[in-house]
């Protein structure tokens, strides 16, 4: 659908309050698909790899930091170099191209297009009349395969180029991993890191950059051994909210289902598989994505890639774009490393204690990034709406950039001397700003704007007795706690150990 009121507002908000500008340049008139992250953009965004990270350790996957650029003969093996474009279409007026399947999608309602024709495409922008974005002129009758690898040169005339995903620079130190390992699969690890991708006409600002960062997760197992794998048993009874493609094709609703259910139902092909979707979710939660936001979403056979055994997309419900996808679970098979194999001329296998052989391993992966979940948590808790004098960001508090306002009530006094004493011991711990300028609504205001979910105000009755108000951004409730307290109480708060309610008990 075109650009709703929603998502223009939003994007403002996002300029003014210092989460995001763009696009990068803006004082050269900005280049489309780069971004800068302002100081609370940039915090909120290193919050959701650090839940990133927690979730992935939690699950025995380790991190890793791989080069961003790699030579021709690693994308030509992998398929990039020959295969990794997108349909491109161009306005016979003013001659702008832009990605076929993404102009479909903002012009229409939960259209998946994964697996048609150029024929069927064109079938579809004539059929909803859809004309350029830009100057509305008449799109070409042609569709054409873009190529979005970034080249560049190392040193005289060495071709090289910046890698498109993380996973690729993931698989070729295979070996060392099975090293480190102890030579003992299933291992995983993960990577949080720049990638880039010449796209056509990026539009859907942080959602679809040139540059941007990616977090992925790769399983290395023997394929054998999919189906006996032990960390199934522990998530075996988690209800995930899957959306087959059968069901897809009937027009059915997605619908919670345990995950030895869709074993038994055939919707999952292998326990190793339905673990990693798991994880998957876990991320997504952690990251603080509501649960009713979030639905899994399975390729048809026609749309998933021809390496991969199956294929899931994790989409997340977005007020200025719809059901978005935001990460995919792939069963990549042994493809990947038999075909580095290949161009390498190195064996990329393991050796099999029980069957004595050596073993090309398959990949499980969970592939996304930091920046589109970043861009959902603003999307789903900016709040302009539910109270015409005031705009909140409702961002949970454990996301949040800035865990607490510390305000003296007035700048006379000992007030402001309490404040900053409260405030350089709370630093110590967490983000936090101290804010003397204007009344205290104003100061309230500002805050709830930005996301900050408690306001620590000292007036004169804190000189008396040594305590505070402290205020919840959300509900604006407030309750007077002792100073020596605060910090432990922002702490219980922050990791859910309290609700604000338990303080007024």
């Known amino acids: ?25 803006e004082i050269y008139g900005g280049l489309a698909g780069f971004y800068v992250y302002g100081p609370l953009g940039k915090l909120l965004k290193n919050n959701v790899e650090n839940a990133i990270r927690h979730v992935f350790i939690k699950n025995n996957f380790w991190e890793v930091e791989c080069p961003t650029i790699m030579p021709a003969k690693v994308w030509e093996a992998s398929g990039h170099l020959g295969g990794f474009t997108d349909p491109m279409i161009k ?147 988690v209800a995930l909210p899957l959306w087959n493609h059968v069901a897809q094709t009937k027009n059915e609703k997605w619908i919670p289902i345990k995950l030895k259910d869709a074993m038994k139902e055939k919707f999952l092909k292998n326990q190793a598989y339905a673990w990693t979707l798991n994880v998957a979710y876990q991320l997504f939660l952690e990251m603080g994505i509501p649960k009713d936001k979030i639905r899994f ?88 709406k539910s109270d015409p004098d005031r705009k909140c960001l409702r961002i949970p508090a454990k996301l949040t950039p800035v865990k607490a306002g510390v305000y003296p009530l007035v700048n006379k006094e000992k007030l402001p001397e309490i404040a900053k004493k409260i405030y350089n011991e709370l630093i110590q711990d967490f983000v936090c700003v101290h804010d003397k300028g204007g009344s205290i609504g104003r100061r309230y205001a500002r805050a709830d704007w930005r996301g900050i979910p408690y306001g620590i105000t000292v007036d004169f009755d804190s000189m008396k007795n040594n305590d505070v108000t402290l205020r919840e951004r959300d509900s604006q409730a407030q309750v007077r706690v002792k100073i020596n307290d605060v910090k432990k109480i922002l702490h219980d708060l922050i990791n859910g150990t309290i609700e604000f309610k338990d303080l007024k008990k």
């Open 1 to 25: 659908m075109p650009e709703n009121e929603y998502t223009k507002e939003l994007i403002r908000f996002l300029a003014e309050t210092g989460f995001v500008w763009g696009p990068s340049p």
């Open 297 to 384: 979403r399975q390729h048809d056979p026609n749309e998933r890639a021809f390496y991969a055994d199956d294929a899931w997309d994790v989409e997340v419900q977005l007020g200025s774009f719809g059901w978005t996808e935001l990460c995919g679970v792939h069963d990549r098979t042994d493809y990947d490393l038999k075909q580095h194999s290949k161009f390498s001329g190195e064996m990329l296998d393991a050796y099999h204690e029980e069957k004595k052989e050596k073993l090309v391993p398959h990949i499980l992966e969970i592939a996304f990034g930091s920046d589109r979940p970043t861009f959902a948590l603003l999307d789903i808790f900016y709040d302009p």
């Open 91 to 237: 306005c016979s007026k003013c001659g702008n191209g832009f990605r076929v399947d993404t102009l479909i999608e903002e012009f229409t309602e939960d259209m998946k297009l994964g697996g048609l024709s150029d024929k069927e495409l064109l079938k579809i922008i004539g059929e909803h009349k859809i004309k350029c974005p830009s100057c509305k002129g008449r799109l070409n009758d042609e569709i054409i395969k873009h190529n979005m690898m970034m080249k560049t040169k190392v040193g005289v005339d060495t071709e090289v180029y910046n890698r498109p995903e993380t996973a690729t620079t993931t698989y070729l130190p295979f070996k060392r991993f099975d090293e480190f390992f102890r030579k003992k699969l299933p291992f995983g690890v993960f990577q949080i890191g720049k990638a880039y991708r010449n796209e056509i006409s990026p539009r859907q600002h942080l959602l679809r950059q040139r540059e941007f960062t990616q977090a992925e997760g790769q399983l290395f197992l023997f394929g054998h051994e999919k189906n006996n794998f032990d960390k199934f048993k522990e998530v075996e009874n």
